[in-house]
């Protein structure tokens, strides 16, 4: 792969492998432990603080701590919604962050905002894939059924986000258990490789690569 395998694009690497290891963790244990996430994020803090001050030599992006920390509560923001109706877990909220948090650091606000926007859809859809094919196989149908009417009813009835979240846990032991953070690893990883390396599209220099030297412009843009 082209795009990985130049070294200034270390970051995109490291957080792939952090999401690599959350998502394995997750399917072993259905949880993405605080000792993985919290560093993620505060790493990727660290990383926007270092393109802010100009210490990573050479880095012509557009990063920076302030898209990095947008980054961060986008991700929050997108997986809220979803985590409030029983859907994913804590860790995969913060598993998110992480990830916004590394590429708003890299790419900046643009075009990192939609990365993190349009990967985060992917692991949704790959997340509903997966739970269309448990439900399939396992049977079940009216239980399943009778969850996403209580869920719907949630939405319309509950007086607040807390009270919908203290329901959707009670229904927690009833659902088919999916360690969501798998589908948003599949989907983080597979958008990045999607427009780097099938599908790239190129962007101006000034968003190129953190080698001024290099020839090679990679593909670092979101794609609608």
Same mark, same amino acid.
């Not at 996403?148 to 319309?156: A, F, G, P, Q, T």
């Not at 953070?181 to 427009?195: A, D, S």
């Given at each position: ?35 993985? +996430? ?14 802010? $001050? ?10 920076? $701590? ?5 980054? +961060? ?43 993190? $926007? ?87 220099? +000034? ?18």
């Amino acid at each position: 792969m082209h795009f990985f395998n130049q070294i200034e694009n270390w970051p995109v690497v490291a957080i792939c492998v952090g999401m690599l290891a959350a998502a394995i963790i997750d399917w072993a244990i259905f949880k993405v432990p605080n000792k993985l +996430t919290f560093p993620l994020i505060f790493a990727g803090w660290g990383l926007g603080l270092a393109v802010s $001050f100009g210490w990573i030599h050479g880095y012509q992006g557009s990063g920076g $701590f302030l898209p990095s920390f947008v980054g +961060t509560f986008l991700g929050l923001a997108l997986i809220l919604p979803i985590y409030a109706i029983g859907g994913m877990g804590a860790g995969d909220c913060k598993m998110t962050m992480g990830f916004g948090a590394w590429v708003g650091a890299f790419f900046g606000f643009s075009p990192g905002m939609g990365i993190i $926007f349009w990967a985060f859809c992917a692991g949704v859809v790959v997340g509903g894939v997966i739970a269309a094919v448990m439900i399939a196989v396992r049977g079940n149908y009216k239980q399943n059924a009778q969850h996403v009417r209580e869920i719907m009813s949630d939405l319309v009835a509950a007086p607040g986000i807390g009270e919908i979240a203290d329901r959707a846990n009670k229904r927690r032991p009833r659902w088919h258990r999916l360690p969501y953070g798998v589908p948003l690893c599949i989907g983080f990883l597979g958008y990045l490789v999607w427009i780097f390396e099938i599908c790239p599209v190129q962007v101006p220099e +000034t968003h190129a690569s953190m080698n001024p030297n290099s020839n090679d412009i990679p593909a670092q843009a979101a794609r609608p």
